[in-house]
């Protein structure tokens, strides 16, 4: 249930499912990761938050965009959809922000030799920026690649910008 629209959004979900569609064999390993927030979230305005209802669990509003979910369906041994902004009383912008994601998320990139994190998603300025900012901060040894073209922002990518610009990110469209 609920609304928190992002300028761009469907296209740029639209062009990352064609991008997973046609780049798959390329990845050894796909994370999504998803608001699951409760009914009564901290994070929404009728609870003293900043943001209207979103991403309710077992809501439409928390689905994963089903262009993209009709993708990982077909390759489930290469997928993992962690959750985020479960607990009432807490918000985490970033899936670094859940110690039991981070730890599966550590797990992968150990098993898998990951090399190269590739991060896109909704919305840039706020958890895609935060995950970015906590991902350097856990001083991982896997290159962070920002997929400009599979993000949209609430402020037009400003913030991404500069995040990818102060930290020399690679970014790729």
Known sequence: M???PVPGAEKAM??????????LSEYSYIIITADR????????????????????ADSTGAAIWPPIMDILLDNPNKVKILHKGK?????EYSIFKNGVATEQILQVLET??????????LAG?????ETIRD????????EIN????????????????????????????
């Open 37 to 56: 927030h409760p009914m009564r979230h901290c994070s929404f305005k009728s609870e003293g938050g900043d943001w209207p209802i979103h991403c309710v």
């Open 87 to 91: 607990d009432a009383s807490s918000e």
């Open 146 to 173: 920002v997929l400009t073209d599979y993000t949209s922002s609430n402020d037009g990518g400003k913030t991404l910008k500069s995040i990818i610009s102060k930290n020399q990110l690679s970014c790729a469209r």
């Open 2 to 4: 609920g609304s928190l």
């Open 135 to 142: 991902g350097i901060a856990l001083k991982l040894p896997q």
């Open 14 to 23: 639209n062009s990352l499912a064609e991008y997973i569609r046609y780049h």
């Open 112 to 121: 898998e030799n990951i090399e190269q994190i590739d991060i896109c998603g």
């Open 125 to 129: 300025d706020v958890c895609v920026a």
